[in-house]
């Protein structure tokens, strides 16, 4: 039962423009989600967070919003940087519990 | 040693063999937890420890085997394991707030095993 999913595997975006990563969730509780970036041979790193009682979050290049009638969210980043690219994790959880899911992840290729 | 670490960073074992994985952190969080990353897969919440007491078991196979001895410390030890349980292991952690808001999860570098 995939709770959170990315249905984009890849995603390939020219340097200095804008990156959109999707996240689609089904489990009407959660309400906290977070996206986090991996580079190959590393753990995933926390990039960004938002509660359900906002719909948009903003640090620095990295904007995420979140559409809670639709129960989707999804990642900005603008603008992209070749360094921007690895596998991106969109992650939920449901009050304060410790059981994070996560979707497969989408790889971000920012060309220069 | 700083944030989360794991040893080792890669492990190939038979089938019929005793291994155990190791997690570390240095942040003085009381959550720790154990992830399973297959190919093109989610990552799966496998067991979680608050305050050194398991709170989730996320319906492992009894051949992984968790071990919190304290707060920073967190093993998985692994016996007679399958071809398919070759995967990613991550570790991480957090501090968790009884009743506080959500606090974003510390990962390792994880331990790439391969099962023969």
Same mark, same amino acid.
């Given at each position: 039962?995939? *709770?959170?999913? *990315?249905?984009?595997?890849?995603?390939?975006?020219?340097?200095?423009?804008?990156?959109?990563?999707?996240?689609?969730?089904?489990n009407?509780?959660?309400?906290?989600?977070?996206?986090?970036?991996?580079?190959?041979?590393?753990?995933?790193?926390?990039?960004?967070?938002?509660?359900?009682?906002?719909?948009?979050?903003?640090?620095?290049?990295?904007?995420?919003?979140?559409?809670?009638?639709?129960? !989707?969210?999804?990642? !900005?980043?603008?603008?992209? *940087?070749?360094?921007?690219?690895?596998?991106?994790?969109?992650?939920?959880?449901?009050?304060?519990?410790?059981?994070?899911?996560?979707?497969?992840?989408?790889?971000?290729?920012?060309?220069? | 040693?700083?944030?989360?670490?794991?040893?080792p960073?890669?492990?190939?074992?038979?089938?019929?063999?005793?291994?155990?994985?190791?997690?570390?952190?240095?942040?003085?969080?009381?959550?720790?937890?154990?992830?399973?990353?297959?190919?093109?897969?989610?990552?799966?919440?496998?067991?979680?420890?608050?305050?050194?007491?398991?709170?989730?078991?996320?319906?492992?196979?009894?051949?992984?085997?968790?071990?919190?001895?304290?707060?920073?410390?967190?093993?998985?030890?692994?016996?007679?394991?399958?071809?398919?349980?070759?995967?990613?292991?991550?570790?991480?952690?957090?501090?968790?707030?009884?009743?506080?808001?959500?606090n974003e999860?510390?990962?390792?570098?994880?331990?790439?095993?391969?099962?023969?």
């Amino acid at each position: 039962d995939q *709770q959170v999913k *990315q249905n984009s595997p890849s995603l390939s975006v020219q340097e200095g423009r804008i990156s959109i990563l999707n996240c689609d969730y089904t489990n009407s509780m959660f309400d906290y989600f977070l996206w986090y970036k991996k580079y190959p041979a590393e753990g995933p790193t926390f990039l960004i967070s938002i509660s359900s009682i906002k719909d948009k979050n903003e640090d620095g290049r990295f904007t995420v919003f979140l559409n809670k009638s639709a129960k !989707h969210l999804s990642l !900005h980043i603008v603008p992209s *940087q070749p360094g921007d690219s690895a596998v991106y994790f969109c992650a939920a959880s449901a009050g304060n519990n410790n059981d994070m899911r996560f979707g497969a992840g989408t790889r971000l290729t920012v060309k220069p | 040693e700083t944030g989360v670490t794991q040893t080792p960073r890669h492990l190939v074992m038979g089938m019929t063999n005793k291994k155990s994985l190791k997690c570390e952190q240095h942040l003085g969080h009381n959550a720790m937890y154990w992830y399973k990353q297959s190919a093109k897969k989610p990552l799966e919440l496998m067991f979680v420890y608050n305050f050194k007491e398991q709170t989730e078991n996320n319906s492992v196979p009894s051949r992984f085997s968790p071990e919190c001895p304290n707060s920073s410390h967190l093993f998985l030890h692994l016996h007679t394991l399958q071809p398919e349980d070759s995967a990613l292991y991550l570790c991480a952690s957090s501090q968790y707030v009884m009743g506080g808001t959500y606090n974003e999860q510390f990962f390792g570098p994880g331990t790439r095993l391969t099962v023969l």
